[in-house]
Nanobody, 122 residues
């Protein structure tokens, strides 16, 4: 129901946009978020946005470099990643939360995409 895309191999300092398209149901009323999992590490929170886009929250590690956005008409969510660093290398997952408040806890998200790999070379 959530399909992430746009990952790839980039160099440090480059920019990349990853996208996530929803199907099967509308997610326009859901909180949407991005998470990532680096090799050998646990999945971690990256960014989240309320259903209307008025509230966003970012992990400290990406604040000022990443921007989350959504297009409810397209049932899609995006993550603009600038000034990428090798430590940003991970599989990026989109997720949806049925409750109306933004959250960072993985366990509170109800729907997950399959992930897209972003590799940042030094």
């Amino acid at each position: 129901q959530l399909q992430a895309s746009g990952g790839g191999l980039v160099q440090a300092g480059d920019s990349l946009i990853v996208s996530c398209a929803a199907s099967g149901r509308t997610f326009s009323n859901y909180v949407l978020g991005w998470f990532r999992q680096a090799p050998g590490k646990e999945r971690e929170f990256v960014a989240t946005m309320s259903w209307n886009g008025f509230t966003t929250y970012y992990a400290d590690s990406v604040k000022g470099r990443f921007t989350i956005s959504r297009d409810n008409a397209k049932n899609s969510i995006y993550l603009q990643m600038n000034s990428l660093k090798p430590e940003d290398t991970a599989v990026y997952y989109c997720a949806a939360r049925t409750q109306s408040t933004v959250a960072t806890m993985i366990s509170t998200y109800n729907y997950w995409g399959q992930g897209t790999l972003v590799t940042v070379s030094s």
